[in-house]
Structure formats: structure tokens, C-alpha cells
């Protein structure tokens, strides 16, 4: 079953419960409401026939019946009887005892007594006079109180399937409309495929559950999109980065093979080899680094991550290699909770990507000071890595974070293009921005930046 058939059926079938409740309630008042007032007729009966039989002494019986007949109205069945303390019949026959001396007996000990009888409702009353003590019995069938409920109930039945039925067409109507986004996204959805994972679904402008699953679902386009781009990258580019240095080797050996050389020739021979036997490991690197990436990409274990903390780890890691002083962090602002000091990431590839740029600005920068500005607030967490080096050609600014891309100025140092792509996946990945500012000859400051989750 559909989800709106499915809301549909449970929003008409609550609605037509509570519908069924209230008219049963008001059904229940009106019954009871009803046969009170009857009762209050019969207890006027009783009162009037107490007043007609026992206050009236000058009249005699025939004349007080021919009075009331005259002048008051009889109930649908009335029945009425006054009984003496002896439990005779008074001033009405009563031949075939209509009421039964238990019956009798219970009136004059509560004085007052309401029951029904079959369809027939009964009141009794205890009246003192001066005449004796006597028991007034009346009873009547309400007829149109009867009546009045048979057409309420019909009218509440066809009430309740009438609402119960605009219910379920009103609340299939909303769900269709509250489920029409759901319907969106879903076509949206399919027409995304593996060949077009740049695709996305529209997020909208609410912040309801709609607009959170678009996108969540977006994110993991995002993921499956970086991940499959890895995957690709990795395998168009292996092939073509590891065939070119060693063609070169074995196109250099086979020369230095087919005659005798001078030892300068030899030696060029061998420092070309060397060369890029060196860019061959250096190949190898990248791609083993970017296999492991891949790998780690993924299935990346998720955990809070201190990003000032990982900082002075790769400020350690480039002491230790280069010595102390290059490496020059500046703390601009730390917010009061250190919870804000973190991220959701995985750290070693975090370390990767921070290592990464470190190790690019010391590179184009021939070893000079790198400038790694730090600030955190209860918004952001922003990392600033500043070189002076050779900078990067206006051009090229949005080429160096594809896979294998190198500048022209660039081809002069050692590297395989492979770094800058890969710390740009890494902190998208984990739901950063990369941004670069260069001006040729003058430095590079790259800055990856992470917005906290509202």
C-alpha cells in the first residue's frame, strides 16, 4: 500500500472514530436528556392526579375523570393510579392490580422511584394528605421522545459515512500534496545513474523532512560521485603515469646498450635514469596514496577529530623532517567550548590533506617559512596555509586540483599532480571548502574551512 493511501486510511479511520465518539456521546445525552423529561412529564401527572383526586373533595369521582379527560392531554398509554395505605385502589379502579404490592411498598419507603417497564417508563410518588397517606403510580410510553432518537441515530449514520467519506477524500487530497515533494524527488532520483552522478535532486526551501532526506540523499551523491571519480582517476591515469618514466628508462638503457659511450655520456645516461627512476617512486607514491585514500574513502570511520590538536602533529612531523622554525602556526581565535575545536572526520586522512598542503608550500617555496593561520569560533574552523613561493598562473587556479594537472612552472620540481586533488576530495568529503588565492611569483594561501552543524 501506498504511503499516502496508507496515511489516508489511518487519518479517516481516526477522524471517523473520533466522529463516532462524539455523536455517541450526544446520543447518550440526548437519550438521557430525553427520558428525564419524560419522567418530568409523568412526576406533573402524578402531582396534577394528587391534586385532582385528593385536594378536590367536593367533586366526585366521576366528574374529577371527566374533568381530566376534558382538560389535560393523556401521555401515549397513560396509566394512572393512586393506592391508600391498605394498597387499595383509590378513586381509580383497579381491578386486574396493576402494580404489585412489592412495587407499591418500594414507593412508600423511598417516597420517590423512576423505572422503566418494558417500553413503558414508571414513576411513583408518596403523597400525604389529610385523607391518608397514599401512592401515586403513573406510566406512559414516550412515543415521540421515541421518535426524536430513531431520527437522530438515522441522522447521525449517514452523517458518520458521509463525513467518514469526505475524511478519506480531504485527507488523500493532503496527503497527495504533503507526499507531492516525496513524488519529485523520486523522479528526480531516477534519473540518476552511474554515468551522471553530478546530478542532484532539488533540495527546496523548507527544513522539513522532505527537504532533510534531499539532502542527505544529495551528500551521498556527493560521496558516491568522489568515490567513483577516485576509482576512475586512479585507474585512466595509472596506466599513463607509470608507462611514461619507464619508456624513458628502457628507451635510455637500450641507448647506452647499442654502443660504447664516454663516461660523461654514461653519466648522463645514468642521471636521466635517475631521474625518473625517482619520478617513477615518486608515481608509485601518489598512487599507492591514492589507492589508500580510495580504500579509506569509501568506508571512513567518522569520529570527532581536534583540528588544532592535528595541526601541531603535521607541525611535528615537519620539524622533525625539515627542522623547527619553518612551520610557523599562528592561533587567531579559539572558541570557550573545546567541543567547537572538532570535526566529524577521519583522521588519518585529515592528516593526509593537512600534510599534503604543508608539504606543497615547502616544495614551490624552495624550504622558505610557511604561515599556517588557525581560527575557530562557535560558527567555523579555518585553517590558512600561506607560502612565498612560486605561486600559481591565474589560468591554472582551477586546474590544479585535478588529478595529475601541474602548472608550467611547476614541471621544474619533482611531484606527480596527485596531492592537491587529493586533499580537495578529502576535506569535500567531510563536508569542507577549499578555496585557493595565488598570484604568480609572489605565494599561494590555501584555506580549507568547516562550518559547524546548526
Not at 493511501?5 to 487519518?11: A, D, E, K, P, V
Not at 383526586?53 to 374529577?64: C, N
Not at 430513531?150 to 507526499?179: C, E, N
Not at 607514491?285 to 569509501?298: C, F, H, P, W
Request: proline share 2%; glycine share 6%; charged share 20%.
Amino acid at each position: 500500500m501506498k504511503i499516502k493511501n496508507r496515511l489516508s486510511l489511518y487519518f479517516s479511520l481516526l477522524g471517523s472514530g473520533v466522529l463516532l465518539v462524539v455523536l455517541m456521546v450526544i446520543y447518550l445525552w440526548f437519550h438521557s436528556f430525553i427520558r428525564n423529561d419524560f419522567f418530568t412529564h409523568l412526576n406533573d401527572r402524578a402531582n396534577v392526579a394528587a391534586q385532582l383526586y385528593l385536594k378536590a373533595d367536593e367533586i366526585t369521582a366521576d366528574s374529577l375523570g371527566k374533568v381530566r379527560q376534558h382538560y389535560l392531554k393523556s401521555l401515549p398509554g397513560e396509566l394512572v393510579r393512586l393506592y391508600d395505605s391498605r394498597n387499595s385502589s383509590a378513586f381509580i379502579p383497579d381491578n386486574k392490580q396493576h402494580w404489585d404490592l412489592q412495587t407499591i411498598e418500594t414507593v412508600r419507603k423511598k417516597k420517590y422511584v423512576e423505572f422503566t417497564d418494558g417500553g413503558r417508563q414508571v414513576l411513583g410518588i408518596y403523597y400525604k394528605d389529610n385523607q391518608g397517606n397514599f401512592v401515586i403510580l403513573v406510566s406512559a410510553t414516550d412515543i415521540e421522545g421515541q421518535h426524536r432518537l430513531d431520527k437522530m441515530l438515522q441522522t447521525m449514520i449517514v452523517v458518520f459515512f458521509i463525513v467518514g467519506g469526505l475524511l478519506y477524500f480531504v485527507s488523500r487530497l493532503l496527503a497527495t500534496q504533503a507526499l507531492s515533494p516525496i513524488n519529485e524527488v523520486v523522479k528526480q532520483m531516477q534519473l540518476i545513474k552511474a554515468t551522471n552522478l553530478n546530478l542532484r535532486v532539488n533540495e527546496g526551501n523548507g527544513k522539513d523532512e522532505i527537504s532533510e532526506l534531499a539532502r542527505n540523499f544529495n551528500r551521498l551523491l556527493a560521496h558516491l560521485e568522489n568515490a567513483f571519480e577516485l576509482q576512475k582517476t586512479y585507474v585512466a591515469n595509472a596506466s599513463h603515469e607509470l608507462r611514461t618514466p619507464i619508456t624513458t628508462i628502457i628507451g635510455e638503457v637500450e641507448f647506452a646498450l647499442n654502443k660504447q659511450h664516454t663516461p660523461a655520456e654514461n653519466e648522463k645516461t645514468l642521471q636521466l635514469v635517475l631521474e625518473e627512476t625517482e619520478r617513477l617512486r615518486d608515481t608509485i607514491s601518489g598512487l599507492m596514496e591514492l589507492a589508500q585514500v580510495d580504500m579509506d574513502y569509501t568506508a571512513a570511520e567518522l569520529n570527532p577529530v581536534r583540528m588544532d590538536e592535528l595541526l601541531w602533529e603535521v607541525n611535528e612531523f615537519w620539524t622533525n623532517r625539515y627542522g623547527a622554525g619553518l612551520l610557523k602556526i599562528n592561533i587567531l581565535n579559539l572558541p570557550e567550548h573545546e567541543g567547537l575545536l572538532n570535526i566529524s572526520a577521519n583522521r588519518q586522512l585529515m592528516f593526509i590533506a593537512l600534510n599534503n598542503l604543508v608539504g606543497n608550500a615547502f616544495k614551490f617555496s624552495g624550504r622558505q617559512t610557511v604561515t599556517c593561520d588557525f581560527y575557530a569560533d562557535e560558527r567555523l574552523i579555518r585553517l590558512k596555509i600561506t607560502d612565498s613561493g612560486i605561486g600559481i598562473p591565474s589560468d591554472d587556479i582551477d586546474k590544479v586540483v585535478r588529478s595529475f594537472y601541474r602548472s608550467d612552472n611547476a614541471r621544474k620540481f619533482a611531484g606527480t599532480g596527485i596531492g592537491l586533488f587529493i586533499t580537495q576530495k578529502i576535506v569535500q568529503l567531510f563536508n569542507g571548502r577549499l578555496t585557493i588565492h595565488s598570484t604568480e611569483g609572489m605565494g599561494t594561501a590555501i584555506t580549507i574551512q568547516f562550518l559547524h552543524a546548526v
